[in-house]
T-cell receptor, first 115, second 116 residues
Framework: DAKTTQPNSMESNEEEPVHLPCNHSTISGTDYIHWYRQLPSQGPEYVIHGLTSNVNNRMASLAIAEDRKSSTLILHRATLRDAAVYYCILRDKNAGGTSYGKLTFGQGTILTVHP | SAVISQKPSRDICQRGTSLTIQCQVDSQVTMMFWYRQQPGQSLTLIATANQGSEATYESGFVIDKFPISRPNLTFSTLTVSNMSPEDSSIYLC?????????????FGSGTQLSVL
């Protein structure tokens, strides 16, 4: 899987929007951009994923640059419960067999939300 | 979404002993995955547990150290053998959402292992 680069940490205030950036300059045409987050003392949970177009779901929005070399996870109104480590991961859409479950986690971004 | 139960949630073990971690899923899945998260680090895939065949291990992980069983489509165990303090980590079980969609993985809450 191609490498991603994220800031080590970010801070936000409660009720404010948060934009978490991710650079993936070596992304290939078949790589999906996935975001997971890990709350304290829990396993990672899926947030969102996309290929080319911007995506929205109940948790967040994913904005993908036109050249796909970067993306931004947007939390529209941060809550204290959103404090977590956020991982940006590239995953080949053709991954199969034993590669199916292999997510290559980087160090992620530690998001702190202030009340 | 899949509900994944891991047991034990945490344990403290002595050097040289072994610990078996159980992972139970509320639905049948073809593949189950075991990850390790060392203190302050990110997650690393240990192996893929396949039902009816031997597990597939990632580079740096061997069957003698991390034997895996997969007796049916909802259950798997990971054993951490002959433990040393370097094995102190969180071990997580994971399953895919839907076979063939390559969409997302669900993770258990993990087993926190401390080796003295």
């Amino acid at each position: 899987d191609a490498k991603t680069t994220q800031p080590n940490s970010m801070e936000s205030n409660e009720e404010e929007p948060v934009h978490l950036p991710c650079n993936h300059s070596t992304i290939s045409g078949t790589d999906y951009i996935h975001w997971y987050r890990q709350l304290p003392s829990q396993g990672p949970e899926y947030v969102i994923h996309g290929l080319t177009s911007n995506v929205n779901n109940r948790m967040a929005s994913l904005a993908i640059a036109e050249d796909r070399k970067s993306s931004t996870l947007i939390l529209h109104r941060a809550t204290l419960r959103d404090a977590a480590v956020y991982y940006c991961i590239l995953r080949d859409k053709n991954a199969g067999g034993t590669s199916y479950g292999k997510l290559t986690f980087g160090q992620g971004t530690i998001l702190t939300v202030h009340p | 979404s899949a509900v994944i139960s891991q047991k034990p949630s945490r344990d403290i073990c002595q050097r040289g002993t072994s610990l078996t971690i159980q992972c139970q899923v509320d639905s049948q899945v073809t593949m189950m995955f075991w990850y390790r998260q060392q203190p302050g680090q990110s997650l690393t895939l240990i192996a893929t547990a396949n039902q009816g065949s031997e597990a597939t291990y990632e580079s740096g992980f061997v069957i003698d150290k991390f034997p895996i069983s997969r007796p049916n489509l909802t259950f798997s165990t990971l054993t951490v053998s002959n433990m040393s303090p370097e094995d102190s980590s969180i071990y997580l079980c994971s399953v895919p959402s839907d076979a063939g969609t390559n969409e997302k993985l669900f993770f258990g809450s993990g087993t926190q292992l401390s080796v003295l």
